[in-house]
């Protein structure tokens, strides 16, 4: 392994995050699959404690996608659908980390706001925006022949836009259990279920991210 690759892996916020989210759900999947009750608490409390790192990492993170909302925007000069749903991810993706964030000082009584209600609403903006994100990435997979590219580079390409849908999907299907529209049609999955699609997003995320470095 190059280490030089895995420090600036480290360095990096976004390589950090992933990295703790495929950790917190792994320490999910422990404790949803052990039969002792203090293990399983001891992982539980461990998926928590990591959680609540990634809320303090994304903490004012939302002020960048405020940013690419407007560049998105102002992209947009005409009835454009795949722009419109660009922009539709931004802001699902905004809405989360604000609400995470507002979840986050709620919980701790920084600011008067309800918790729980303000952490329902983050899930929503992020299921939105995950459906986005697939959405974004069969459109890119149906386009992908027509660019023209060498068998090379379509290959490379392609091999690409699959995982990222393979990982939108994943968050996909775990933030659907979290919002329950599906519930009253028998979609309830178990802790473990969720637990493996944010585990799997995770690592997927974690892959990317490394082949990226040089």
């Known amino acids: 392994m190059d280490l030089d690759k895995v420090v600036k892996l480290l360095q990096q ?39 609540e790192g990634r809320s303090l990492m994304r903490m004012g993170k939302w ?10 925007g102002a992209k947009i000069t005409t009835l454009n659908q795949r722009g419109l749903v660009e922009l539709l991810r931004v802001i699902g993706d905004f809405g989360y980390i604000f609400g995470d964030n507002l979840a986050y000082l709620g919980k701790y009584n920084i600011l008067p706001v309800d918790a729980k ?29 027509t660019k023209g590219l060498d068998e090379k580079t379509l290959q490379k390409e392609r091999t690409a836009l699959i995982l990222s849908f393979t990982k939108n999907a994943a968050d996909m299907m775990s933030t659907l259990a979290s919002v329950g529209y599906l519930k009253g049609f028998g979609y309830d999955p178990s ?19 490394w082949t990226k470095l040089k």
């Open 63 to 72: 002020v960048g996608n405020a940013s690419k909302i407007q560049a998105v």
């Open 117 to 145: 209600s303000a952490g329902k609403n983050s899930k929503v903006f992020q299921f939105w925006g995950y459906v986005c994100a697939v959405i974004l990435d069969v459109w890119s997979l149906i386009l992908l022949p």
């Open 13 to 51: 916020t976004d390589g950090r995050d992933k990295i703790y989210k495929f950790a917190a759900n792994f320490a999910k999947i422990v404790a949803w699959q052990t039969a002792d009750k203090e293990t399983a608490k001891k992982w539980n409390g461990l998926a928590k404690s990591i959680g």
């Open 191 to 209: 802790t473990g279920f969720t637990a493996a699609c944010g585990a799997t997003s995770g690592a997927i995320a974690t892959y990317t991210n």
